[in-house]
């Protein structure tokens, strides 16, 4: 009972706010009223010493005592944390590789340590299925801990089995609602779920509240923090509040000096607000870092309508050449290559294959989506309005999506679907994509 | 063909198909690695070779698959899938060398140092996807300023360029000869060998070393300083300078200067000989305990010049033919263990030969003193045994063989002179490489010669000097005793001069002896603390059983106790039968026991056992205590033996054995040893009961069948005597070499046995008898 009405005070407390910012929202777009301002950004001290001597202790204790399954499992705890620090992938196969050896000496039903880590490391590698899998199994092997249920709902939600993701939410909720950095994970979670079913407003509060609780710890993780400020941003950007998009990111740069995503980010919004030269700036110092395949596309993009057709061509290339590896890399980029095919038409049957195939396994609005453009692509038109609607499912605010099913419908004669999906996308956010805004303004003229 | 041949032929063509696929997969799948370590990184190597005057940087980028493509995308267009020139590659070499250098910083003493680029070079290497990566090498280098005259010096190396890229940043510190590096924040050693090999089994989060702080100086470094360290932990010590290696890069080559050079040559190789090693213990050893000459050391020392001067030759040749196989530096372990095995070997077989023919021990010889052979000479003064002398029979002296004036085998002395000069020495190695390389082969071979030469020379000089210190040594008539101590003492000499070799070059190697044999022991302890006879097979088990008896054999009460006999026996032989007789002891007793108590199936009590511990304990401080009187009164035994006869005497310097029976008849004696006794054996069996008790419960309840428990308790018995018979030869080992040679020893160490075996006695009796509940048990009756 006492659950059920913290809950229901929760719900009233966020249909209040959203009330508020309905208010609020009324007047011009680039206003930004929020019920408690996010604090302002200053920069944290690196942990990167203290996580570098960790590493290297842990290292050693598992070279002299390979047995040591603990210290497997901090080990890949703090490798998965380098892979979302910098985007290595080397990371990634380290900690596999720790979270194997950990299980290896221990099975799961007394290593739940290792379980954890390995269902962790599977769903960063995008191994969505065995992540759920474990997941499942972990949940069953601890059922009065959250984490269990934070790591199937993430997986759940990426698979596109939304009302089980909430579920699991729930459940997470239920457990362990009371320790800060559950807390933390908490608001993250709803946060995507809102944005998920068309609440960014409540997806802004959810990143709010996360972020205050992360900087108000004793030691604010800075990484976490940075993720925070980011996804504010981003939901900032979906709308279209330009201005507030960029003043997150930089307080993410801030916090984190030289984080890609925020970078990336940044870049984006330099776009979106005509600065070309300042986007070019930006993706190129993202792509120094870490040659993710969307931030190479879009410097691209970017090098080709600043007229710079050959660099563009260049870095064209450069995603192709990834694409080449990613049958050795693994699965980490392949929604990525496949959206930047279809983009540009360029192998649509390749694209149309890749797309299906992961949608076979990973249903998510997404990937839905993502099968729809390649099959537009490729030519086929049916499949294409069937996989958009499920996309559409959820009443996702997506300029992308709306823009999709825009082009989707035009291709099947619907004219009047075609000009209201693509006005509700370039209404929402104009400049979403640099190239393909202007293809969508360029087939609502016609 | 028959039947087996066809056989064999058709297996053969099978074999060949089969290793033919493996190699096709192993080369098909070799092709299609990716870089290790991810492919968006950028690996960075530094080594910083510290010099007197000048730092000398080698700095390596390694590019993956798609930095590469992004670089070469600025050398090529991108359409323009060739490969990029050599030209075009080696300027973008310089230039990014350029670019490295700007961003690197080096400072000593807080200066900071400008850094030059030597070369550069890139090259380009097949990747994943049909993607290339690159690796780009250049050494730059750094002047540390003349008006620096400080001793010690600190330096600071940071490397700035491409900082937020991932990647493996690696940096490595290595003084050059003459300089040591202390107080460093750098390894010495490197895992990836210059980003060549990447760890990938273990788990390795990439290095991530940008900065480097270290202090250096010329010579040792200063105490309480922290030396260089490698990567597992041993320090890095100071490099001597090469000067033979020196003298072949000399820039211009005049008549003069080589003559110059090879007077040098000569120096150093004399110089090195005096160093450590090419057997000079050995020959000095052999020369002085066989009856050498000055020729027989002018052979050895030719000898080893021309095996020296063949071995570099030949290590030269084979590394220039097949480098890839043939590293020079792992083939020294190999022939340090070779030229130590053949040290050994020589040594083992000269101290069986020796030891066989001691002082008046002969073998069954019953010599007469008939009248009239004694008439021949004079009695009256002293008889010098090592002197050709006739009992009656054949001439011989009591020396041996091949010290009685035949002349030295020259194949042992070509064998020694092989084992001196086997292992090349680096430096001539080096001399050799660097002639061939430089175009100066016939300079380089005379410099060979004349460093094998100098080497020869003090070789021989070393054996010469013993033979004439031997030659001094006899005339001043002090020679005797010491003249039948030496050669079995220089033949032990030899033996532990080429053990301790072949140990070198094993550790050389890696393998640690101890750690390895150390480890082993550990796997058979923990096997045999906690045996799991259920899981093994019949054969395994009475395999097991050998090994568990001989390790049985070597617990410290055994030991103690048959040492203890063990220590009156002056015969190696006598020895090992001593401890085979308590094997039988022991065994018999066990074996009575196992039978009862699998017969019967009856356990023995725990009290039992104590008090059987006891009494073996009361045993060994028994067989203690009657060692050391025996040893008290025997001391005096040494003696110029009357054979009974009053008119004439006849000195042999021997001992009595503990229980020989000596005839005074005319007819003859013999100075043989008539029995051991079953000492032993009884105490054997009585050990045997003592821990039968505890093995046979064992025994009774892990194997089902009694047959089969018997048997193992038969062929643990078995592994027992063996097992003792090697330990009390071991131990006994001592009491005959000091028996042989030299009078108070033995003595003295059978007193010293007599006492530690009664001590351990009393310990033992204390740890059963108090600590066990014996004292209460007696108290409570």
């Known amino acids: 009972m006492k659950i059920k009405s913290i809950r229901l005070a929760e719900f009233a407390l966020l249909f209040m706010l959203a009330l508020t910012f309905l208010g609020c929202r009324s007047g011009s777009a680039s206003s930004t009223p929020e019920s408690a301002p996010p604090p302002a950004a200053h920069s944290l001290p690196s942990d990167a010493e203290v996580e570098e001597q960790t590493i290297r202790f842990l290292e050693e204790r598992v070279k002299r005592d390979p047995e040591d399954f603990i210290a497997h499992n901090k080990l890949a705890g703090q490798y998965l944390q380098r892979v979302r620090e910098t985007g290595d992938v080397t990371y990634l196969n380290l900690a596999a590789k720790a979270a194997h050896a950990s299980l290896a000496t221990l099975p799961p039903e007394q290593n739940t340590g290792g379980l954890t880590a390995l269902a962790q490391v599977e769903y960063a590698s995008h191994e969505f299925v065995a992540a759920r899998d474990h997941a499942l199994q972990l949940t069953k092997l601890e059922p009065n801990k959250s984490y269990p249920y934070q790591i199937l709902g993430d997986a759940l939600l990426e698979l596109g089995d939304y009302q089980k993701a909430e579920a699991a939410y729930h459940g997470m909720e239920d457990l362990g609602g009371v320790q800060e950095l559950t807390r933390i994970a908490i608001e993250q979670r709803l946060a995507r779920v809102a944005a998920l079913h068309d609440n960014s407003s409540g997806a802004r509060v959810h990143f709010a509240n996360a972020l205050r609780m992360a900087v108000a710890l004793p030691s604010p993780p800075r990484e976490t923090v940075a993720w925070c400020r980011w996804q504010l941003g981003e939901t900032a950007f979906a709308v279209g509040d330009y201005a507030e998009a960029e003043r997150n990111y930089r307080d993410a740069m801030t916090t984190f000096p030289d984080y890609f995503r925020a970078l990336a980010g940044l870049g984006r919004v330099r776009a979106a607000q005509g600065d070309l030269a300042g986007a070019i700036k930006q993706y190129e110092h993202a792509v120094h870092i870490i040659p993710d395949p969307s931030f190479v596309a879009a410097l691209g993009d970017l090098y080709k309508l600043s007229g710079r057709d050959k660099d563009a061509a260049a870095q064209y290339s450069l995603v192709e050449k990834i694409g080449r590896l990613n049958e050795f890399n693994g699965a980490l980029y392949n929604r990525q290559l496949a959206l930047f095919y279809a983009d540009h038409d360029i192998k649509p049957e390749d694209a149309y294959a890749n797309a299906s195939k992961e949608y076979a396994v990973r249903r998510d609005i997404y990937g839905a989506d993502a099968f729809a453009w390649t099959a537009l692509k490729a030519g086929k038109i049916s499949e294409a309005r069937a996989a958009i609607k499920e996309a559409l499912r959820l009443d996702t605010k997506d300029s992308r999506l709306f823009y999709h099913a825009g082009m989707i419908a035009h291709a099947s004669g619907e004219g009047n679907d075609a000009r209201e999906y693509l006005k509700r996308a370039l209404s929402l956010n104009p400049q979403f994509d640099p190239l393909q805004a202007s293809i969508a303004r360029k087939a609502l003229e016609q | ?781």
Not at chain 2, 30 to 43: D, E, Q, R
Not at chain 2, 216 to 243: C, E, M, Q, W, Y
Not at chain 2, 696 to 711: D, E, H
């Open chain 2, 1 to 781: 063909m028959t039947p087996i041949e066809r056989r064999l032929f058709s297996m053969s063509v099978a074999a060949r198909i089969t290793l033919t696929a493996i190699m096709l997969v192993l080369f098909w799948s070799s092709v299609t690695i990716a870089h290790p370590l991810g492919n968006f990184t950028l690996n960075h190597f530094s080594r910083i070779e510290v010099g007197s005057d000048q730092i000398r940087l080698r700095y390596v980028i390694d590019m993956a698959e798609i930095p590469t493509f992004q670089e070469l995308q600025t050398l090529t267009t991108y359409d323009n899938d060739a490969p990029p020139s050599k030209a075009k590659l080696d300027a973008f070499a310089a230039r990014a060398a350029a670019e490295y250098a700007s961003g690197m910083s080096l400072s000593v003493d807080g200066v900071r140092i400008p850094i030059q680029v030597l070369t550069a070079n890139a090259s380009l290497l097949a990747g994943a996807g049909g993607l290339q990566t690159m690796r780009i090498q250049c050494d730059l280098v750094s002047a540390i300023p003349a008006g620096n005259v400080a001793a010690v010096h600190r330096l600071l190396f940071a490397d700035n360029n491409y900082g937020d890229r991932i990647g493996w940043r690696e940096l490595v510190v290595s003084p050059l000869p003459g300089l040591s590096v202390f107080d460093s924040s750098a390894f010495g050693s490197s895992i990836t060998d210059e980003l060549k090999t990447y760890p990938g089994d273990m788990l390795q989060a990439p290095l991530d070393e940008r900065r480097a702080e270290l202090s250096f100086t010329k010579g040792a470094i200063p105490s309480g300083a922290n030396a260089l360290l490698t990567r597992d932990g041993h320090a890095v010590s100071v490099r001597s300078r090469d000067r033979l290696a020196e003298l072949i890069a000399v820039p211009d080559l005049t008549a003069g200067v080589a003559l110059l050079g090879l007077l040098m040559a000569v120096l150093l190789g004399a110089l090195h000989a005096l160093s450590p090693g090419h057997g000079k213990t050995v020959v000095g050893a052999y020369l002085v305990g066989s009856r050498g000459t000055a020729r027989h050391a002018a052979f050895l020392g030719l000898t080893v010049t021309l095996t020296h001067t063949a071995g570099v030759f030949a290590l030269g040749v084979a590394t220039l033919l097949a480098s890839q196989y043939v590293v020079p530096e792992r083939l020294f372990p190999v022939l340090s263990l070779l030229s130590g095995a053949i040290v050994v070997v020589i040594g083992v077989s000269l101290l069986i030969r020796r030891m066989r023919a001691p002082v008046g021990w002969h073998k069954r010889r019953v010599h007469l003193h008939d009248e009239h052979l004694h008439h021949d000479h004079s009695h009256t003064q002293d008889h010098d045994p090592t002197k050709m002398h006739s009992h009656g029979g054949r001439k011989h002296s009591h020396l041996p063989p091949g010290a009685d004036g035949s002349p030295v085998t020259w194949r042992s002395l070509l064998a020694l002179g092989i084992s001196g000069g086997i292992l090349p020495c680096p430096s001539a190695l080096v001399v050799l490489l660097a002639a061939i390389s430089l175009h100066r082969v016939g300079y380089g071979l005379l410099l060979v010669v004349a460093f094998s030469a100098g080497l020869a020379a003090v070789l021989t000089a070393v054996g010469l000097a013993f033979v004439c210190a031997r030659r001094l040594l006899k005339s001043t008539g002090r020679f005797g005793r010491v003249a039948t101590v030496l050669p079995v003492f220089s033949a032990l000499m030899i033996t532990c001069a080429g053990a301790a070799i072949c140990y070198q070059a094993l550790e050389q190697t890696g393998t640690g002896l101890f750690t390895a044999g150390a480890a082993i022991a550990a796997r058979v302890i923990s096997a045999s603390a906690a045996p799991q006879f259920a899981s093994i097979g019949g054969l395994g088990l009475l395999g097991l059983g050998l090994v568990f008896g001989l390790k049985h054999a070597t617990e410290v009460d055994h030991i103690v106790a048959v040492s203890a006999i063990v220590s009156e026996h002056r015969r190696l032989a006598r020895a090992a039968i001593v401890g085979a007789l308590w094997g039988a002891g022991h065994t018999a007793s066990l074996v009575v026991v196992g039978t009862i108590v699998l017969a019967l199936k009856i356990a023995i009590p725990e009290r039992l056992a104590s008090w059987l511990e006891f009494i073996v304990a009361l045993m060994i401080i028994s067989l203690g205590v009657m060692a050391f009187k025996r040893a008290l009164s025997r001391r005096s035994d040494f003696h110029i033996h009357r054979h009974g006869h009053d008119y004439f005497s006849h000195s042999h310097l021997h001992f009595h054995e503990a229980e020989a029976r000596q005839s005074a008849a005319i007819e003859g004696h013999s100075h043989e040893i008539v029995g051991i006794g079953i000492k032993p054996t009884i105490v054997g069996a009585v050990h045997g009961l003592a821990g039968s008790a505890a093995l046979t419960l064992l025994v009774l309840t892990q194997i089902s069948s009694p047959i089969l428990g018997l048997l193992y308790l038969a062929v643990f018995g078995a592994g027992s005597i063996l097992g003792m018979l090697l330990m009390s030869s071991l131990v006994g080992l001592p009491f005959v070499l000091g028996a042989r040679k030299l009078s108070g020893v033995h003595y003295r160490l059978q007193m010293l046995a007599g006492l530690l075996s009664a001590a351990f006695g009393v310990w033992y009796a204390y740890e059963t008898g108090i600590t066990g509940s014996l004292i209460r048990t007696i108290a409570a009756l």
